[in-house]
């Protein structure tokens, strides 16, 4: 250490290799093989600037400079490797929130991995009509099993499939629809703005709580387009509110030649009543009362990929998918692969099964308890790590139906000497990442949200807490 503050040393910086001698090294041959010259060669420029920077200042003596004259390749490679790792990495999700808009909502079914991987790695129909050889359209054919006599179009997600629809049919004209489910859904999804873009105008009708039919009736005039309803997934008005029935505003719609809309959120295609959440409408109860169209998210209850649906008559959906719009919000052959295989598994009656959004609903409280159990007795011995196993909460989620809980068992996480956000910190900064939840103080950890093939990891991250770990 006697070098610190001393004036630099001609000498010490002499020492520093050039970017060119470097290289012409075996090893930097190696690495630029594997992450490319350009890589390599800013990698390596910065490095030697710091360590430039590091003798001048005097913040490093000569023996420290021959250890970092001695690393210099493994400093360059761990700068290489961090810098072309993909941002989008996985991680474990203990906060119990099943649907997480921030953790990439919905993990999509073994079927639908499986598809993604067979049409990404091969040629496929994706336009071609396999019997005549003549060009086809992107569909999925196995929707339109879960919806007879209707019509199908799927584009990149249901924002995009409301402001087609808007598009295609308010163009100009104005869009009916109820003040009370004009509430902001979400952060990101703004009716009002999506109406806009669209060239939709807005007519809002009745009051934030109430709203009858003949709200909507008198509002119809020579410019209306379409009457929209909104399915309120994300906030719950209670107590003294009123709004018009979907069969009333079917009827409406019928009497004057106007299509009826309804954006269903979440788009629940099984009731989830017996596995202790509130009776919700499902798609199929909208659909029966002869609405023209409705649409939903394939990333949320649904539990595949990114996507919006629309189903609808033969005559709505074709009118959407003449809209040039329609090519612009198509979606890919991956999002089509994984779609299909997740619409199968409701196709064959074992969504709850299969499905990983819904297999988490379905799981009772009891097995999660047993899980949490497991996972504390393994860590029991661990020096200054607090665990206990308590009642929770955990939560359907963002944009799906994020009031709505569910009984769980969490374990709680303390941790000797560190508070609740820096035990946190510690966990997200394992690999993988480990995001859970502050309540109290306290981290909570759900696992009705972590798969059990990541219980290992769980494990591994909560051990990093332990006394004396830096
Ligand atoms: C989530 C949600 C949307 C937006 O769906 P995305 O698939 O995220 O575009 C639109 N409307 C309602 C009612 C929603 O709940």
Redesign the pocket.
Known sequence: MSARHEKPSGQSLSRLPSVEHLLQKKEFLVLAEKFGRRELLFATRSVLAEQREAVRQGRIDEEELDHALACLEDSVRARLTSATDPSLTPLVNATGIIVH?NLGRAPLSEAAIEAVALIASSYNNLELDIRSGKRGHRGTYILGRLFPGREILVVN??????LLALNSFALSREVIISRGELVE??G??R?PDILERSGARLREVGTTNKTRIADYEAAINSSTGLILR?????FRMIGFTESASTEELVALGRAHGLPVIE????GNLVSLAAHGLPEEPVVETSLKTGIDMV?F????LLGGP???ILVGTPERISVCRKNPLARALRVDKLTLAALEATVSAFVRERPLEEIPVLKMIATPASEIRTRCRHITAELEAVAGLDLSVEEGLSKVG???APEEEIPTFVISVGAEGLSAQQVHERLRSQSPPVVARIAEDRVLIDLRTVFPRQEGALLAALSSLKRGQD
């Open positions: 808009t997600n249901n924002a995009a499939a409301v859904i979400g990101s999804f009716v909104v399915h309120p997934s994300n954006d269903f959120g979440s649409s998210s394939g990333d949320k990114q996507a919006g963002g944009g799906a």
